[in-house]
């Protein structure tokens, strides 16, 4: 007796190509643009795979197409399928590896930097990208599969926990600094000659001008937990969205700041800006790893993960 001829399954690549295309650029016509197809095969395609699936994919509104709730999730499983090919497709030519590493803002321009020069040292012909941005937008990234792995400063808080993994890896402290003999705290707090600290109590922090991370970032996280809850009104004049940008109006004597350590070690060594103890407070944090659970690990992944956990 025969054995039943397997039935291959009849999605291919091309059409998870086209779909994720569309999925990203919101068009046919802009799709067909960048996979350089005509766009009665992009069509086509599309067509053909939602007819597989037996479920829409977009609503098609005059000649716009709108996102149906079922592509989120085939958008997921398509990024993952194609980064795999595309793994197993360059696996000669890139021995080396490729990776695409996310860091929330502070880690970014701080701590990474040196993380790569390391991973370059080892791999000379890595092929490394970087996304730069506040923990929310960058674990958004990670969720999309656009990212192998995420160094965060906030809680990541993923919107499907089950599919992403988070690791801790590092713990940072937040500081609250001003400029030296600034006009909010000289001759009106204590100063503490010792540590080079001013000394207040969060009554009086609560009056001072303070600058602040913008909402979703990891460092906007912490204040909001563990300084601001305590202190219903205190003064924030702004939310800025980089660091450096705070440290530069600090240093012409807007307000107060908080960031992490590592922002502003040069300045605090230098004496140009001075750490503020807050009596009470503790801006304590911890940093996370994160990564899309189907997203493929491949050996240069691997060798990253373990110049991180050396640390």
């Not at 600058?211 to 204040?223: D, N, P, Y």
């Not at 300084?227 to 003064?235: E, I, S």
């Not at 040069?266 to 801006?283: H, S």
Request: contains cysteine.
């Amino acid at each position: 007796m025969r054995k039943a001829t397997q039935v291959l399954p009849k999605i291919t690549l091309k059409q998870l190509s086209v779909f994720v295309s569309i999925y990203q650029t919101g068009s046919t016509s802009r799709a067909s643009e960048e996979l350089h197809l005509s766009q009665s095969a992009v069509s086509s395609a599309l067509s053909e795979l939602e007819s597989r699936l037996q479920m829409p994919l977009f609503e098609r509104v005059g000649r716009r197409l709108n996102q149906h709730p079922n592509a989120h999730a085939i958008y997921v499983q398509a990024q993952a399928i194609l980064g795999q090919a595309l793994t197993l497709e360059h696996y000669h030519k890139h021995q080396a590896g490729q990776i695409h590493i996310g860091a929330s803002t502070t880690i970014g321009n701080y701590v990474l930097p040196p993380l790569l020069a390391e991973l370059y040292q080892a791999l000379p012909n890595a092929n490394i990208n970087t996304y730069i941005a506040n923990t929310q937008e960058v674990v958004a990234e990670v969720e999309q599969l656009n990212i192998d792995i995420a160094l965060v400063e906030g809680m990541p808080r993923p919107t499907d926990m089950k599919a992403i993994e988070q690791r801790e890896w590092r713990t940072d402290a937040l500081i609250v600094f001003a400029k030296r003999d600034s006009q909010w705290l000289k001759d009106k707090v204590a100063y503490n000659d010792r540590d080079n600290c001013y000394e207040l109590s969060m009554e009086q922090l609560a009056q001072l001008p303070l600058l602040v991370r913008e909402a979703g970032s990891g460092t906007r996280q912490i204040i909001d937990e563990q300084l601001l809850k305590y202190l219903p009104d205190a003064h924030i004049i702004m939310a800025i969205q980089q660091s450096e940008a705070i440290k530069h109006m600090v240093s012409a004597d807007i307000g107060l700041g908080c960031l992490s350590q590592y922002v502003i070690e040069p300045e605090l060594a230098a004496g140009t800006l001075v750490q503020v103890k807050v009596a009470g407070i503790d801006l304590s944090r911890t940093w996370w790893l994160v990564w899309h659970k189907a997203r493929h690990q491949s050996p240069i992944w691997q060798m990253f993960i373990d110049i991180l956990t050396s640390e």
